[in-house]
């Protein structure tokens, strides 16, 4: 029989009521068990024109780590993954509302509200906790950074860009959809994280949040996500797919340095400089995220041609079918795993010098990105 913890009453307008914790959702590993989460939502009135609504579940896994980790400290990262994944998914919920014209407010929340692993909107809370900042100061950030998570996955699904029909185990939002409103409901998430940033009334009353660090935010995550970060990467990862001829590896560090970990940079800088982050602190962070970072892209490729699309909830092995440089191609399967394990070494290192005890998420975090099998 699965426990069940209750989240408070009128946590928010229309989605969590209920968090199940399932004893069919442990698996056992090498060392410790892993354990997934299931937060049950409301379902959302949908307009006549038959699109199909976000899933009533919405999943927040993590994986087992090995014994040398923060485990030792007695942190709780199960429990923290749960309350953080609460609130997150309660906020984007109230910041994308079902609205008129509602076929593009549908196709948002198709998107944005199907679950996934929150890993950025966590780091992002994670990391202004280390500087001794509230959840509440960062969690402008951590929904605004989730939902361009959201809509660079909806137009990296295009026919235009990587072409996959299948994301987080259900059609992608172009095929529930179109073409057209996928572009547009990317478009329109775009625009809304930058606005719920830099928006005051996004903030504690209380005035905790200064307005300076609001406008250096917005300026770090237009960095991110722009020309000279995410988009740099996607225009980087096209020209390099199926042009027949070798990818070097400085190549390929430049697509995933900007295509995948400009955006975990954000999210951990966000969350720092909303946390009254010096310049050193930030720094350190910045090379801590680069290096989760680049992480999260080996570890993919290589869950790429080791898993089924089942065991992923998108399409496994899209990688090789489509002559894509990736790093078991490059180097190998095994030097890709040695290579992994160097990265999450360097992050560690990164957080030595801040308060041990307030890092435990941010180290427990680049051990989940290290050894997910999803």
């Known amino acids: 029989m699965p426990s069940l913890m209750m989240l408070p009453s009128g946590c928010c307008n229309a989605a969590l009521s209920r968090v199940y914790l399932s004893a069919a959702a442990f698996r056992p590993a090498p060392s410790a068990l892993g354990f997934g989460t299931q937060i049950a939502t409301s379902a959302v009135h949908l307009s006549r024109r038959g699109a199909p609504p976000p899933p009533r579940v919405m999943e927040v896994e993590t994986s087992p780590a090995p014994p040398d980790t923060v485990l030792s400290t007695g942190f709780d990262f199960k429990g923290y993954m749960l309350e953080k994944a609460a609130a997150i998914n309660c906020a984007l919920d109230a910041a994308a509302p079902l609205a008129h014209p509602e076929r593009i407010h549908e196709a948002m929340r198709y998107s944005l509200l199907a679950g996934g692993k929150r890993v950025r909107p966590v780091l992002c809370l994670a990391a202004c906790e280390v500087l001794g900042g509230g959840s509440a100061w960062a969690m402008p950030a951590a929904v605004s950074v989730e939902m361009i998570h959201t809509m660079s996955l909806i137009h990296d699904d295009l026919p235009c860009m990587d072409d996959d029909d299948l994301r987080r185990g259900r059609p992608s939002c172009h095929r529930a959809f179109d073409e057209a409103t996928a572009v547009l409901a990317g478009d329109a998430l775009l625009a809304l994280a930058f606005g719920h940033l830099a928006n005051p009334a996004s903030y504690p009353a ?145 957080l030595a010098g801040f308060d041990p005890i307030k890092t435990a998420p941010l180290l427990q975090l680049a051990n989940y990105i290290a050894y997910r099998d999803k």
Not at 310 to 327: H, P, R, V
Request: net charge negative; charged share 30%.
């Open 206 to 350: 209380d005035g905790s949040v200064p307005p300076d660090r609001i406008v250096r935010a917005v300026g770090e995550l237009s960095r991110c996500v722009g020309a000279e970060g995410l988009v740099a990467g996607q225009v980087a990862d096209l020209e390099a797919t199926g042009v027949g001829t070798p990818v070097t590896l400085d190549h390929l560090e430049f697509i995933h340095l900007h295509k995948t970990a400009a955006l975990l940079e954000a999210s951990v800088v966000l969350g720092a400089i909303l946390g009254g982050a010096s310049d050193d602190q930030i720094d350190k962070l910045r090379k801590y995220a680069k290096s989760i970072g680049l992480l999260f892209q080996v570890v993919d490729d290589i869950l790429d041609v080791t898993k089924s699309s089942e065991e992923l909830g998108k399409t496994a092995g899209k990688d090789l079918a489509s002559d894509k440089t990736t790093y078991p191609k490059l180097l190998g399967l095994e030097k890709s795993k040695e290579f992994a394990d160097r990265l999450l070494k360097d992050s560690r290192e990164q």
